[in-house]
């Protein structure tokens, strides 16, 4: 059964780049039955869907976020990748990467990683 | 965006009973060309990753136990857990996939009374 995790640094300065992997086991970032997806959840706050990319296609973005975020795959290291530029305290949060299948609909999620935390703080 | 907005946001329900957990979108996730309903409901355990319950507001993803169902059309929305068991404690959110960005309502957490 497919599974991803999350990696990276779980402290960030305020105003640089938050940088995260997602590896996938058991099954190809460059299968065309998926989007991959980052989610995240600020503390106390609800879930917020950060965008998904397609392999070898476009990806999508949350319009809060679009103009400091880029998603991308990895097929060397069988990887999805988050970039988030610029960041305050605000994007403080777990970050979750998820796989939205395609034979079904895209949207739903239905493999999650268990989520890295990163702070934003000097 | 759609607005989900979940109710109530904690329940405390006796094992073997029934917990109901509402869901209200801020507008229609009903697709009228296809008749499906763009409602996911997912479970989320500490120390877990969230698991997918239901998609199309009420089919059960695989392996979901039928004690789960889920209900509701347009903007209103149900997902209701009968017999409860102690393993079903955990925090519990709707989710639309009608239009990006997918939107998740605030969550609601379910403990035994």
């Known amino acids: 059964q497919m599974q991803l995790r999350e990696s990276g640094p779980g402290l960030v300065k305020p105003s640089e780049t938050l940088s995260l992997s997602c590896t996938v086991s058991?099954?190809?970032?460059?299968?065309?039955?998926?989007?991959w997806s980052w989610i995240r959840q600020p503390p106390g706050k609800r879930l917020e869907w950060i965008g998904y990319?397609?392999?070898?296609?476009?990806?999508r973005y949350n319009p809060s976020l679009k103009s400091r975020v880029t998603i991308s795959t990895d097929t060397s290291k069988n990887q999805f990748a988050l970039v988030l530029r610029t960041v305050t305290a605000a994007d403080t949060a777990i970050y979750y990467c998820?796989?939205?299948?395609?034979?079904?609909?895209?949207?739903?999620?239905?493999?999650w990683g268990r989520g890295t935390t990163v702070t934003v703080s000097s | 965006d759609f607005v989900m907005t979940q109710s109530p946001d904690s329940l405390a329900v006796s094992l073997g009973e029934r917990a109901t957990i509402s869901c209200k979108s801020s507008?229609?996730?009903?697709?009228?060309?296809?008749?499906?309903?763009?409602l996911a409901w997912y479970q989320h355990k500490p120390g877990q990753p969230p698991r997918l319950l239901i998609y199309?507001?009420?089919a059960r993803e695989s392996g979901v136990p039928d004690r789960f169902r889920g209900s509701g059309s347009g903007t209103d929305f149900t997902l209701t857990i009968s017999n409860l068991q102690a393993e079903d404690v955990a925090l519990y959110y709707c989710?639309?996939?009608?239009?990006?960005?997918?939107?998740f309502g605030q969550g609601t957490k379910l403990e035994i009374k």
């Open positions: 989710q639309q996939y009608y239009t990006i960005p997918w939107t």
């Open positions: 507008q229609t996730v009903l697709n009228n060309s296809n008749n499906k309903n763009y």
């Open positions: 990319v397609y392999h070898g296609g476009s990806a």
């Open positions: 998820a796989r939205e299948p395609l034979t079904v609909v895209r949207g739903i999620m239905d493999v």
């Open positions: 058991n099954g190809s970032v460059t299968s065309g039955n998926y989007y």
């Open positions: 199309w507001a009420s």
